[in-house]
């Protein structure tokens, strides 16, 4: 399982961007695919996470302005990210958890808030 993470970008704040999570090889063993964040000088976070039967669990900390999808065709997972404020700026990452609870990380992608 590799996970190709793509869309961060600069956004002035109360903007919004569209990250996305392209999984390849056998998705089949998946069982849960997030997003994490992590800012310079602080622990990585959870923000989202999207498990089988599409049960979808928010940090509070974005509940209400970032939504969480998956479009299985394409094996994709997305986050889309309203609202955003200068405290979002991180770097962005997902994440697949297989059902041996083997974690598989993408490369993380920058995410800028500022004006």
């Known amino acids: 399982v590799q996970l190709q993470a793509s869309g961060g970008g600069l956004v002035q704040p109360g903007g919004s961007l569209r990250l996305s999570c392209a999984v390849s090889?056998?998705?089949?063993?998946?069982?849960?695919m997030g997003w994490y964040r992590q800012a310079p000088g602080k622990e990585r976070e959870l923000l989202a996470s999207?498990?089988?039967?599409?049960?979808?669990n928010y940090a509070d900390s974005v509940k209400g302005r970032f939504t969480i999808s998956r479009d299985n065709a394409k094996k994709t997972v997305y986050l889309q990210m309203n609202s955003l404020k200068p405290e979002d700026t991180a770097i962005y990452y997902c994440?697949?958890?297989?059902?041996?609870?083997?974690?598989?990380w993408g490369q993380g992608t920058q995410v800028t808030v500022s004006s």
């Open positions: 994440n697949a958890l297989d059902y041996l609870s083997q974690s598989y």
């Open positions: 999207v498990a089988r039967g599409d049960r979808i």
């Open positions: 090889g056998s998705d089949l063993s998946i069982t849960v």
